[in-house]
C-alpha cells in the first residue's frame, strides 16, 4: 500500500515536470498540446474513493495551473475527469468484484478496452479545457480541430505510457 502511495506521488512529480518542462512546449501545428499529466487520473486505480481522485485531480491541476500560468483551467479539468473517471471506466469494463482494486491499463483492461477509456477521457478533458479556455464558440472550427488534434496527441503519449510500463511490468514477472 505504501509502495503504492510513494509510487503514484512519484508518478505525480514527474508527471507534472514534463509536462511544464516539455510538452507545454510541444505544440504541433500550433494547434495540437499534449496533455500527458492526466494520465495519472486515467490509471487511478478504479476503487479509489471519488473524493480522494478530485482532491488529488484538483492538486494535480492546480500544480499544472501554478506552472503553465493558467488559473484555475486546469484544476477545474482536472477534477471533472476525477469525478467521472469511475462511470467512464464501467462503460468499457463491467462492473464485477474481481477488477475493483485494479488499475485501469492494458494489461487489466486488454488495449482496446483501454484505448476507448483513454480516449474518452482524453476527450472530455480537451473538450472541457479548450472551452473553457475559448469561452465562446466564435472559431467553432479552430475549437474542433484543437480538441481533436489535442485528443489524439495526448492519447498517443498515453498509450505510449501505459505499453512503456506494462512491458516493464512483463520483465520484473
Same mark, same amino acid.
Given at each position: ?45 478504479? +476503487? ?21 500560468? @493558467?488559473?484555475? #483551467?486546469?484544476? #477545474?479539468? $482536472? ?32 488495449? @482496446?478496452?483501454? #484505448? ?5 477521457? @482524453?476527450?472530455? %478533458?480537451?473538450?472541457?479545457?479548450? @472551452? ?15 480538441? $481533436? ?9 498515453? %498509450? ?5 510500463? #506494462? +512491458? ?6
Amino acid at each position: 500500500m505504501t509502495k503504492t502511495i510513494l509510487n503514484f506521488a512519484l508518478l505525480f512529480v514527474i508527471l507534472v515536470i514534463a509536462q511544464a518542462v516539455i510538452f507545454n512546449n510541444l505544440i504541433l501545428f500550433n494547434t495540437a498540446i499534449a496533455f500527458v499529466f492526466i494520465y495519472l487520473i486515467i490509471i487511478l486505480p478504479i +476503487n479509489t474513493a471519488t473524493n480522494t481522485a478530485m482532491t488529488i485531480g484538483f492538486l494535480l491541476g492546480l500544480s499544472i495551473d501554478i506552472f503553465s500560468d @493558467t488559473p484555475g #483551467l486546469n484544476a #477545474l479539468t $482536472c477534477t471533472i475527469i476525477s469525478f467521472v473517471r469511475r462511470p467512464i471506466y464501467h462503460l468499457y469494463v463491467p462492473r464485477d468484484e474481481e477488477s475493483a482494486g485494479q488499475r485501469p491499463g492494458i494489461k487489466a483492461m486488454g488495449w @482496446t478496452s483501454f #484505448l476507448k477509456y483513454a480516449l474518452s477521457m @482524453t476527450l472530455i %478533458y480537451c473538450i472541457c479545457v479548450y @472551452t473553457l479556455e475559448a469561452f465562446s464558440f466564435f472559431d467553432i472550427k479552430r475549437l474542433l480541430l484543437r480538441i $481533436c488534434a489535442s485528443t489524439i496527441f495526448t492519447l498517443i503519449f498515453i %498509450y505510449a505510457f501505459d505499453s512503456l510500463s #506494462l +512491458n516493464r511490468r512483463e520483465k520484473k514477472l
